[in-house]
C-alpha cells in the first residue's frame, strides 16, 4: 500500500506536467492542423528563458508568467514565420511534420549553442514536504499539481463558455464551414497560437522544477510522452489529453514501482497501444464521419 | 533542346521556401558536427605527403559536445588549447602550429560515425585525434584507425585490452579497474550497503558487472542496482528504491542531468538529507559539479560526495607547465563552464594534454607529421629508453630532442607505461570537492588494493 501511494503522488505531478503540456498541444493540433513536433524544443526554450530570469533574481513563478507570455508571442512568430506560408501553399501535412521535426533542431541546437551543454536548476524553494504512508509530496509539487488543475479548469471555461473557445471548437470541427458562418479562422488560429504557446511555455517552466535539473535536450523523450497523451485521448481532444495524461502519468510511475523503472515506459506505451487496438480514435476521440 | 519546362513562379517560391530550412538544418548539421576552434594551429595530412611547411595541423576533439555527455567535449577542448597554445609558443612541430577543432559525436554511435566520416573528408590538415569516449569509441576507433590516424582515447571499454589497434593510445584505466576503485573507496568509508545506480550508456553499463563481483569480494551487500535512462526526465522510482533500500551511499555515474536529478529526488525522499555518493572519475568536471550543486546544494553535495580519479601531479615542474598553459585558456575555450580550475583535475583534461604532448613530441623525433611514422616514437617518448632524459613540459623536452639527447615525457598525468595494446593505466586517488568547486585529493589507493578486489 506505501509502494502503491507512494507511485500515486508522483504519477499525479507527472500527469500533472503532462496535462498542461498536453493540452496545448493537441489543442494546437486541432485548430491549426499543425502536428507541431517542434513544441517540445519551444518547451525547453521557455524552460532556459524562465532559468535565465531566475538565475538574476526573478521568483520562479513570476518568470513563469514571463515565460507564457514569451512564448505565446514565439509560437505566434513561429507560425507566421514558417508553418503559416507552408501552409498558405498547400503543403502536405507530413510535410508540415518534417518542417516541424526541423524547426525542433534549429530551436534545440540554438537553446544548447546559446545555453551550453551543462544541466541546470531553478532556486526555488521546495518547501515542506506532506507524508501520508508512503504518499510524499512537497510543497512545490503540490503547487505543480494545482496549477495543472486551474489550467485544465481554465481550459474548460475557454472552450465552453467564451465566444474565442466556441469559434475554436468550430474551426478546429470544419475550417470553411466556420468561416462560412462569419468566424475570421484566421484571428482564431492566431489567438490559438498564442494560447497553446502560452501553456507549452508554461508546462516547460513546470516541466524545469518537476525534473530538478535539466538540459537543452530534456524534452526529447518528453515530447513522445505528449504525443502518447494526446493520441491515448484523442487527437484534437481537450478532455482527451487531460484523461491521457493522467493515465500515461500513473501508469509510468505505478509500474516503475511495481516491476521495474526500466520498463515503465514500455508499459505507457503498452497501454496505449492496447487502448488504441480497442478504440482507434483514442479514449475521447470521434470517428470521422 | 530542352526537356524540361522552366520552374513556374510557384514552384521557384516553394523551392526556396524549402530550401530556407534546408540550408538551416545543413548548416546545423555542419556546425554541431564539427567546428575549428583556433588555438594557434598545425598537421598532417591522412594521405599524401603531408601538409605544405607551415601550413596548421588539426586535433580534432572527437566527443560529445551536446546530448547527456555534453560535458565532455569541452573539457578535453579546455586540454587540446592548453596544450597546443603552449605547443605553438614554443616552435611548433615540423614548422607548423598545432589548432584544436571540436567533432560533435552527440555521445551517440549514429551520430559518431557521420561526424567522423565528415571529419575525415573535410580536414586534409589532420594530425591527431583525441576523445573518442565510451559512448563513441566502439564505433570510432576501427574508422579512425582505418585512416591511419592516431588517437588518444577517453575510453575505459574493456574490449580495447586486448584488441590491438596500431593507431589507438589511452593513458586513462579500463572501466573494470575504476569499478574496483569505487568499491575499494566504500571500504575506506566503512560503507557495508551500496547502491548502484548508472546510466544506460554504453559507457556507464561496463561498470556494473566487475562492480558487483567486487562489492561481493569486498563483502559489502549489493542494495539494489538501478538503471537510469538518460533520456527521461524524472527519476522518482528509481530513487524510491533506493532509499527504500536503505544504502550507507550510492555508487554512480550517470551524466548529464541524470545524476542532479536522481540526487535530488532522493534527498526529498530522504528526508532532506542527501545520501553518501561514489562517483567515478567522469564526475570530476566544472559542468557536473555546477549541475551537482544547484541540485541539492552545494554544501549538502560536498559533505557527501567522493569519486575516484587517476592520480595526476599537484605540484612539481609538470604541474607548473600544465597549470600555466591550462589557466591562461580561461574564458577562450567554447562550451567550459563553471570554476576551470577543475580541469586541472579532471581526468581527460590531465590526460590528453599529455597525449598531445607526447603525439607533438614524437613528431618532433620523427620529423614527421605522419601518424604512420611518428607512432612509435609515441610508445620510445612515453615509455623512455634506457639512459632517456625525464622532462616534464614540451618546450624542455622539445629542446632536450632537438640537441639529439633522448627524452622520456612525464606530464601532469604522471610517468607513462604503455603496454602492448598501448594503454597505460595508473594508479587512482580520491577526490572530493571544495564548496566552491575546487578537487581536493583526500586519500589513494594502491594497486594492491585494487588486486584484492579483482576477480
Known amino acids: ?289 | 533542346m530542352k526537356f524540361t519546362r522552366p520552374a513556374s513562379r510557384r514552384t521557384r517560391r516553394v523551392l526556396a521556401l524549402a530550401a530556407i530550412p534546408a540550408a538551416a538544418l545543413a548548416a546545423l548539421t555542419a556546425c554541431s558536427s564539427g567546428s575549428t576552434s583556433s588555438a594557434p594551429a598545425g598537421g598532417a595530412s591522412v594521405t599524401g605527403t603531408g601538409p605544405a611547411t607551415g601550413s596548421p595541423l588539426t586535433v580534432a576533439d572527437v566527443a560529445p559536445f551536446s546530448g547527456a555527455d555534453a560535458s565532455l567535449g569541452p573539457t578535453y577542448l579546455a586540454s587540446c588549447y592548453a596544450a597546443t597554445a603552449a605547443i605553438n609558443a614554443n616552435g611548433g612541430v615540423q614548422g607548423h602550429t598545432l589548432t584544436c577543432k571540436s567533432v560533435d559525436t552527440r555521445g551517440d554511435p549514429a551520430d559518431a560515425v557521420p561526424a567522423v566520416n565528415q571529419m575525415f573528408a573535410s580536414t586534409s590538415s589532420l594530425a591527431l585525434v583525441i576523445g573518442c569516449t565510451s559512448d563513441e569509441a566502439a564505433s570510432v576507433a576501427p574508422i579512425i584507425n582505418a585512416h591511419k590516424m592516431a588517437m588518444f582515447c577517453m575510453t575505459g571499454q574493456s574490449e580495447f585490452d586486448s584488441v590491438h589497434f596500431p593507431y589507438f593510445y589511452r593513458l586513462v584505466p579500463p572501466d573494470l579497474e575504476e569499478s574496483y576503485a569505487d568499491v575499494a573507496i566504500a571500504q575506506q568509508l566503512g560503507y557495508k550497503r551500496i547502491a548502484l545506480a548508472f546510466g544506460n550508456d554504453i559507457g556507464s553499463q561496463t561498470f556494473i558487472q566487475p562492480a558487483i563481483a567486487a562489492l561481493k569480494k569486498a563483502g559489502i551487500t549489493l542494495a539494489t542496482n538501478q538503471a537510469l535512462d538518460l533520456t527521461a526526465t524524472t527519476f522518482r522510482s528509481e530513487a524510491e528504491a533506493i532509499v527504500a533500500s536503505h544504502p550507507d551511499a550510492i555508487m554512480t555515474e550517470a551524466l548529464g542531468s541524470a545524476d542532479p536529478t536522481l540526487f535530488q529526488e532522493i534527498q526529498q525522499l530522504n528526508g532532506g538529507k542527501v545520501i553518501p555518493i561514489i562517483g567515478t572519475s567522469a564526475a570530476i568536471s566544472p559542468a557536473f559539479f555546477k549541475a551537482a550543486a544547484a541540485a541539492v546544494g552545494a554544501s549538502a553535495f560536498v559533505s557527501n560526495f567522493h569519486a575516484d580519479n587517476l592520480v595526476t601531479e599537484t605540484s612539481g615542474p609538470a604541474y607548473q607547465a600544465f597549470s600555466a598553459a591550462l589557466l591562461a585558456q580561461q574564458g577562450k575555450v567554447p562550451g567550459a563552464t563553471g570554476n576551470f580550475s577543475t580541469y586541472l583535475s579532471a581526468p581527460g583534461g590531465v590526460h590528453l594534454y599529455d597525449g598531445i604532448n607526447l603525439a607533438a613530441l614524437a613528431m618532433i623525433m620523427s620529423k614527421s607529421t605522419q601518424p604512420s611514422v611518428y607512432g612509435a616514437d609515441i610508445i620510445a617518448i612515453g615509455n623512455g629508453r634506457p639512459g632517456a632524459t625525464v622532462c616534464y613540459s614540451f618546450a624542455t623536452c622539445a629542446a632536450l630532442l632537438k640537441s639529439g639527447k633522448a627524452i622520456r615525457y612525464e606530464g601532469p598525468g604522471g610517468p607513462t607505461n604503455f603496454d602492448s595494446f598501448h594503454d597505460s593505466t595508473g594508479i587512482f586517488q580520491v577526490d572530493t570537492y571544495s564548496a566552491s568547486g575546487a578537487v581536493n585529493v583526500t586519500g589513494n589507493l594502491s594497486a594492491a588494493q585494487l588486486r584484492a578486489l579483482s576477480s
Open chain 1, 1 to 289: 500500500m506505501t509502494i502503491f501511494l507512494s507511485s500515486v503522488g508522483f504519477g499525479l505531478v507527472t500527469a500533472s506536467v503532462l496535462a498542461i503540456a498536453s493540452v496545448g498541444f493537441t489543442l494546437q493540433f486541432a485548430v491549426t492542423d499543425v502536428l507541431n513536433l517542434a513544441y517540445g524544443a519551444v518547451m525547453i526554450a521557455g524552460a532556459f528563458l524562465a532559468y535565465l530570469l531566475n538565475s538574476h533574481g526573478v521568483n520562479i513563478w513570476v518568470a513563469a508568467v514571463v515565460t507564457a507570455a514569451a512564448c505565446a508571442a514565439g509560437s505566434v512568430l513561429l507560425n507566421a514565420g514558417v508553418y503559416a506560408p507552408f501552409q498558405r501553399r498547400g503543403t502536405a501535412p507530413i510535410t508540415m511534420v518534417i518542417v516541424s521535426l526541423g524547426m525542433t533542431l534549429i530551436i534545440e541546437f540554438g537553446v544548447q549553442a546559446i545555453a551550453g551543454g551543462t544541466s541546470v536548476s531553478y532556486k526555488v524553494s521546495e518547501g515542506p514536504s506532506v507524508r501520508a504512508d508512503g504518499f510524499t509530496l512537497t510543497a512545490v509539487q503540490f503547487a505543480v499539481i494545482g496549477l495543472a488543475v486551474l489550467t485544465m479548469a481554465g481550459t474548460h471555461v475557454l472552450l465552453r463558455y467564451t465566444r474565442l473557445g466556441k469559434a475554436m471548437r468550430a474551426t478546429a470541427a470544419n475550417r470553411t464551414l466556420a468561416r462560412n458562418c462569419g468566424i475570421r479562422a484566421g484571428r482564431v488560429i492566431t489567438a490559438t497560437w498564442a494560447i497553446t504557446g502560452a501553456l507549452c511555455g508554461l508546462a516547460g517552466v513546470v516541466f524545469g522544477m518537476d525534473a530538478g535539473s535539466f538540459d537543452a535536450t530534456s524534452t526529447d523523450l518528453f515530447l513522445i510522452m505528449i504525443l502518447a497523451a494526446t493520441f491515448l485521448g484523442g487527437p484534437g481532444q481537450a478532455y482527451g489529453a487531460m484523461l491521457g495524461a493522467v493515465v500515461i502519468g500513473l501508469a509510468t510511475e505505478i509500474s516503475a514501482a511495481y516491476i521495474t523503472a526500466d520498463y515503465k515506459y514500455v508499459v505507457a506505451f503498452v497501454a496505449l497501444l492496447v487502448v488504441l487496438g480497442v478504440r482507434p480514435t483514442g479514449l475521447l476521440g470521434k470517428a470521422a464521419t
